[in-house]
């Protein structure tokens, strides 16, 4: 019986706390994304700038690794028998993307634009996947062109 | 090309969606998934069980009790209970078993009847034993579970759920550690029915064997006066409430009849000698 | 709107970019799907319930490139590509992006 209200009270911190760090990070995200609104990362090669004019091309990259709470793991196991879309991971997904590209931008500072972006997911964490640890690791590169003035 | 920065009205890639409530809809729905296999499990366990033969249940009950590991002790008072319970089975419950008792040490007030007629006495029953038609009465309940056959019930059941969870979510998930708790709730509620029924059978069995029913009840007496928690918690759990065991247990004695006579005390020399 | 893997539209000329779109997408099958599919893994062949959960998930994940870029304005997509991770065990992760843009 304790063992169960131990279990639960940790998914209730889960939640809880999971929840608060998500809108945190979230927020975090909303601000710098708005800050490098104006720096553009796209994943063609060439944005047609005179080779002349381009007076640096370096390679830029962002990673980050990112874990579920366990209320959305245990949602996700539970969504996993049934089928469907994993809801409860989405958001996980995306934050970690997100960021991965947000690193990577603060990495090309005034750069005009990113070019040739990719971005994949790492494995240094499968091993603990396994283990149950559920995170994802998400890494962003390409290369930052900076313009003549 | 010029670059146009514009941000999205939403983000496509999380759906909005309130968590909670889809935990409670898919707890909700695993729980009635788990209730109904439960039950059709509980069909054919309850269809399977008369079929097993005693042989096959001996060969069972090897491997069940090797598994269980763990080493008998205090043999003294080994010997006298297994002359008492195979006194019982000659005399009064002629079952298809030989039973082999095995006495642990372990502070358990408890017995426990497993596949292949063995019994397990934890010493911590034995030292509570008043009477030798007191230690009777549990034996004979324990026999009572083996002529129901509950034993193969509860673990047949029991082993099919751990297994299937386990093979759900793996053995040591979160998810299949508060399944194991639901589960082993209503496997509780579920034998109660038997424990009465395995009262009944102990009651005839030692109006048998001694010609009344003195010491049938005392046991359930002393419990509550125990305040010992934790293991001998359990043995509450799994077994009807003590009191509504003991009114039922005299109602079938002034209904039928029984006499209440002297018990037989249990042999001194045995009891008191320290191993 | 156009989807290519290429750098350009063909017969089409790029006249602004939005940056990047991307859309993603987790999806799981039922259990019973996951024992079928190790049962199969027995004999092999085409395990069809994850084949048609590879496919579901892919289209899903393009829908919402697609909604993300109908969001910013753009006609056209170029230089898609997919991604995978691993999250959940059992589970299909798909990750599609691009740079969405305006073609003439």
């Known amino acids: 019986m304790y063992d169960l209200l131990i279990f639960l009270a940790l998914i209730a911190v889960g939640y809880s706390v999971g929840t608060l760090l998500e809108k945190r990070h979230y927020h975090s995200i909303h601000k710098r994304e708005k800050a490098f609104f104006y720096l553009p990362a796209v994943t063609i090669k060439s944005v047609d700038y005179p080779e002349e004019k381009i007076r640096s091309a370096e390679l830029v990259y962002g990673s980050v690794v990112i874990s579920i709470d366990c209320f959305k793991k245990i949602l996700a196991g539970l969504r996993n028998i049934f089928g469907g879309t994993i809801k409860s991971y989405e958001s996980l997904i995306d934050r970690a993307r997100r960021e991965a590209l947000l690193r990577m931008k603060e990495m090309a500072g005034d750069a005009t634009v990113i070019v040739n972006v990719r971005i994949e997911t790492s494995t240094i964490a499968r091993k603990a996947n396994k283990k149950g640890v559920g995170c994802l690791e998400a890494i962003a590169y390409g290369t930052a062109l900076t313009l003549e003035k | 090309m010029r670059y146009t920065p514009r941000h999205p009205k939403s983000n496509v890639n999380v759906t909005p969606t309130s968590h909670i409530r889809e935990f409670f809809v898919l707890a909700g729905g695993l729980l009635s998934l788990i209730v109904v296999i439960y039950l059709v499990l509980g069909l054919t366990v309850d269809l399977i069980v008369p079929h097993i033969s005693i042989d096959l249940e001996n060969k069972m009950g090897v491997h069940f009790f090797q598994s269980m590991g763990g080493k008998d002790v205090d043999s003294q008072r080994g010997y006298y209970v297994q002359s008492l319970i195979d006194d019982l089975r000659e005399r009064c419950a002629k079952l298809p078993y030989r039973f082999k008792i095995h006495v642990r040490k372990a502070s358990t007030v408890n017995a426990m009847a ?15 034993m008043s009477s030798e038609n007191e230690l009777a009465f549990v034996l004979a309940h324990e026999m009572g579970h083996y002529a129901h056959r509950d034993h193969l019930r509860a673990g047949g059941r029991a082993v099919v759920l751990m297994t299937f969870s386990a093979l759900l979510f793996g053995a040591d998930s979160s998810v299949s550690k508060i399944l194991s708790h639901t589960l082993n709730i209503t496997e509780l509620s579920f034998s109660r029915k038997q ?3 395995a009262d009944e059978f102990a009651l005839e069995t030692i109006n048998c064997a001694y010609g009344h029913v003195g010491g049938a009840t005392d046991f359930f007496e002393k419990i509550p006066k125990e305040q010992d928690t934790g293991k001998i918690g359990h ?10 065991r003991i009114s039922h247990l005299n109602n079938i004695i002034r209904s039928r009849g029984f006499n209440l006579a002297k018990r037989k005390p249990l042999p001194k020399a045995i009891w008191n000698f320290i191993p | 709107m156009i989807i290519t893997n290429i750098e350009t539209v063909p017969g089409k000329t790029i006249v602004e970019h939005f940056g990047l779109v991307s859309g993603s997408t987790i999806r799981a099958k039922h259990i019973g799907r996951d024992i079928m599919a190790s049962l199969k893994n027995l004999v092999g ?3 069809k319930g994850y084949t048609q959960l590879l496919q579901e998930s892919r289209n899903q994940a393009i829908d919402r490139m697609i909604e993300h870029a109908r969001q910013m304005g753009a006609n ?10 691993s999250v959940a065990q059992g589970a299909a992760e798909l990750y599609v992006y691009g740079t969405a843009v305006r073609v003439q």
């Not at chain 2, 497993?114 to 509570?128: A, Q, S």
């Not at chain 2, 043995?235 to 509504?244: D, K, L």
Request: no cysteine; net charge negative; glycine share 10%.
């Open chain 3, 45 to 47: 062949g085409e395990l």
């Open chain 3, 76 to 85: 056209a997509i170029v230089n898609v590509r997919f991604s995978t991770s």
């Open chain 2, 114 to 128: 497993l596949p292949g007629g063995h019994v397990i006495v934890f010493t911590g029953l034995l030292d509570k």
């Open chain 2, 195 to 197: 424990e009465t029924m």
């Open chain 2, 235 to 244: 043995y509450f759990a799994s077994h009807p409430e003590t009191r509504s």
